[in-house]
């Protein structure tokens, strides 16, 4: 599906970067768009086309002049519009109203508002684990209020325990749950609502990210204490990576899931790397949330991308087999060194 967004003229503000050409491009239309002449509610044009390929900060930039050339039926009643408020210091450091820049930027005007849910659980005695999950419902953001957060939290808490149940690996098909060490013991989701309006930066600062009310919580009942069936913990810090993977290339389109540390049954024989079937189970395992989840509410699983203020919906899921490291895991534990030498 083609995104679609109104440029806009030109304001004072924008005159020192349009002066100083940082990440102005003079394309027009921009790579891979058309612009569709529209009446409603004013004269002017619509930018369509495919967003995500172009550079989220970009500018996209040409002359009033040169927009309406491609809109010959409207040109006229375009010019006079603008020409109606062209006027006190713009016209005087533009000049000419035909060169008053137009300006497209693929990511202005954009809102995206998602459901953020954390799954939590415990290692051990010392330390916690959590990974998240964003759903979304295209074409009808999501707003629940608190009640509605709760709600949907026990909601995703009772499908999450069936989850680890229902979920089958291996020959004879175990239990999904069986295949992680008595340490780690689901506890808890955590549901809440953000929006966000403005991108961050490259290097992932600024933006506007707001949750609406605190995150509601609900247990997870039942799971505490039976997950795992044989087999010592790996170490906490070992994780098995999920990619959840979107129609959108580029790391924008992608999203990833932490699981907790597996049991040492999971690492196949004099390989290093887990066994394909216990990889797998994890990737399922998700999987079936998703679609319990589409079924029941609506919502759809997502891949939020903050800098290009898009929500992209989730298609497949992939696991590695390579085990994975979370290194804030092995914070909390004591290491408890043992003497093992000392000078005769």
Known sequence: MADSAYPRLATLGDLPRLTLGTNVSGTWPPPGCTVVPVAHPDPWGLVVGDFEALPAGEWYVTTLANFVLSMPATAVSIMARAASTFVGPI???VGVVGQWPVIFSPIEGRTMRWIKSTIRGTLGSVEQFQFGVNFGQP??????????CAAFA????????SVLVNTTFGT????WHSQFPPDVKYTEVG????TQTDATAADGSGGNLAQEDPTEWAPINGITGRAGSGGASLPYEVSECVTLHTNKRG????????LPPHTTLAVSPGGGVFDSGYATAGGKALGKLFELVTADE????VVVSRRRIVLNEVVQVSCGIVPDSQRRRRWAQLEAPIVAWNKP
Do not use: M, T
């Open 91 to 93: 016209a005087l450091a």
């Open 139 to 148: 074409g009808d953001d999501p707003d629940l209020d608190a009640a509605g």
């Open 154 to 161: 026990a909601s995703l808490a009772a499908k999450w325990d």
């Open 172 to 175: 004879g098909g175990a239990a």
């Open 191 to 194: 549901v809440c609502i953000n």
């Open 251 to 258: 790391p924008s389109g992608r999203g990833r899931v932490y």
């Open 298 to 301: 609506g919502y759809v699983p």
